[in-house]
T-cell receptor, first 113, second 115 residues
Framework: GDSVTQMQGQVTLSEDDFLFINCTYS??????LFWYVQYPGEGPQLLLK?????NKGISRGFEATYDKGTTSFHLQKASVQESDSAVYYC????????????FGDGTVLTVKP | GPKVLQIPSHQIIDMGQMVTLNCDPV?????FYWYKQILGQQMEFLVN????????KSKLFKDQFSVERPDGSYFTLKIQPTALEDSAVYFC?????????????FGPGTRLTVL
């Protein structure tokens, strides 16, 4: 079945640092990939999606692309702010159109002022 | 942006009792989902629901689980009877379509503790 692995459980940065977090995915289908972000006390919310390999998803200063060859999907931001502190989930969509999402474990990002 | 509400935010019950978790989805959405997240573990898909029917369910969606949305009111997840392993945060989500491209809007979750 589909699976997602996020290697970085926790990332701590200072404001204006560069962010790069990565995940790998496994699916028998052509992947549609998402990054969801979860702030304290809230549910996950869509940050961006990428439907085609090597195309870039962009939202709120974040960028993401996936590589079919290495089955990796990364999220980056040039300059993080304290308000970016949250949990970031790498998510794989089900291309059989059931709407099922497969979540990674999440990366807890802490940005210090 | 669009909001999904979940009631209650916390629920504590004794093992064997029945519990109903309520979700108020985004008003014009037609597709509804439940996900389960045990503390420290991945969020996992339980079920999706459209047009009064379960479309897909995972192996976590045990026989003791049921979902419904009577007459456009709350979308509910009922567990009867509950077991200790049902303790988790349950997230409801809704979307305007069932395709992989549709954004799912999540509620803040209901934390269920089974004693």
């Amino acid at each position: 079945g589909d699976s997602v692995t996020q290697m970085q459980g926790q990332v701590t940065l200072s404001e204006d640092d560069f962010l790069f977090i990565n995940c790998t995915y496994s699916t028998t289908w052509y992947p549609t990939l998402f990054w969801y972000v979860q702030y304290p006390g809230e549910g996950p919310q869509l940050l961006l999606k990428v439907t085609t390999a090597n195309n870039k998803g962009i939202s709120r200063g974040f960028e993401a692309t996936y590589d079919k060859g290495t089955t990796s999907f990364h999220l980056q931001k040039a300059s993080v702010q304290e308000s970016d502190s949250a949990v970031y989930y790498c998510v794989l969509g089900d291309n059989t159109n059931t709407g099922k999402l497969t979540f990674g474990d999440g990366t807890v990002l802490t940005v210090k002022p | 942006g669009p909001k999904v509400l979940q009631i209650p935010s916390h629920q504590i019950i004794d093992m064997g009792q029945m519990v109903t978790l309520n979700c108020d989805p985004v008003s014009n959405h037609l597709y509804f989902y439940w996900y389960k997240q045990i503390l420290g573990q991945q969020m996992e898909f339980l079920v999706n629901f459209y047009n009064g029917k379960v479309m897909e369910k995972s192996k976590l969606f045990k026989d003791q689980f049921s979902v419904e949305r009577p007459d456009g009111s709350y979308f509910t997840l009922k567990i009867q009877p509950t077991a200790l392993e049902d303790s988790a945060v349950y997230f409801c989500a809704s979307s305007s379509s069932g395709t992989v491209y549709a954004e799912q809007f999540f509620g803040p979750g209901t934390r269920l503790t089974v004693l």
